[in-house]
């Protein structure tokens, strides 16, 4: 944990040095050339941390976004990896030998990993939608991925039906041992899985089942009727989290002993003020729910009653999470399993934290 808060530290002093540097008025241009930090992502060992910064460059069609993927090690050796005009959602391999990230392919967004002995990139996976986010199993033989399902267009022109679902998001599966299948969905098209601040689904620790959020269409308008289910690779099956049945939830996460999901959830079901109930991102608190039994409880209220997950430590003991604290900012806390264990503040840092660069392996 030591090594993931400094590096946080570093990098923010990395993109604001030209602002402090010089005694100057800074124009729009100047302001849009600065470095900025995109991602930061530890690797499972600890030994090495991948990060984006991204500046606007000028082309001949105007701005550009211009990113850049770096690798930095324990010796503080940083390596260039990457420019592209897109690089998002960084993911390491299981091994630490690669990282996997989304950018541009033929038509859409894709799937690409670098190798870290040689620097070669490739594209893993396209598809025939942007995919919006990925996971790769712990056994490193799977990777399961989010994308709109599309249907294909009527040459027709129809009114549109809203008893109907359009391009809801579902999960693929793709087995890395056989790139030459086609994905399969593993989630319906009648419901949308739901990203959040996360990938809106995590694998099991065995690699054997996968939780993941959804709701029945896709769309902000119903994100207030987000439940959670868990689905077994092998045949399948699904099954939904009881307590969500009634409690909207979102941004599930394995513990790393296999044995918990937390996830967030708005706790009481009322019928009065149904609406500004049911807005996690107003309201929510950390619930847990046990693997084993299929209880669920929740933890004890965060200061701000809007915590969001980022993961847990090594032990299965305690899951983090970031929230707004007043006019302060970001501010990262760790909480106890133990309902009525109070959250206990992390991070305490001089200065703005940028959430976007806040990433925690669940293992870490």
Known sequence: MRFFFTLISVLFSFCFIPALANDKIFTADDVLSFYRIGQVLASSDGKQVAYTTFKAKSTNNGKQWEYSLYVRDSFKKTQLLVNDDSISSLIWSPDDKQIAFLAKGNKFQSIWRINLNNHKRSKLVEFNSDIIAFRFSPDGKLIAFIAEDRKPLSPKIHLIDHSKNYNNTRIYLLHLNNMNVTPEPVTGNNYSVTPYFDAGFDWAPDSRSIVFSYQPRSGANYENKAKIAIINVLN?????????????????????????????????????????????????????????????????????????????????????????????????????????????????????????????????
């Open 236 to 364: 399948h099956r699904i099954t939904i989290i009881p307590y969500t049945e009634n409690h909207v939830s979102n941004q599930p996460i394995y513990s790393p002993n296999g044995k918990w999901i937390a996830f967030r959830s708005n706790e009481v079901a009322t019928t009065t003020f149904s609406e500004l109930n049911n807005y996690t991102d107003l309201y929510n608190k950390i619930c847990i729910f046990d693997v084993n039994t299929s209880n669920t409880y929740c933890l004890a209220n965060s200061f701000n009653e809007a915590p969001i997950n980022i993961g847990w430590d090594a032990q299965s003991t305690s899951i983090f999470f970031i929230e707004l604290y007043k006019s302060s900012g970001i501010r990262i806390y760790s909480q106890k399993l133990d309902p009525h264990s109070p959250p206990t503040l992390l991070s305490n840092i001089d200065g703005f934290i940028e959430n976007q660069t806040i990433t925690l392996n669940h293992g870490s």
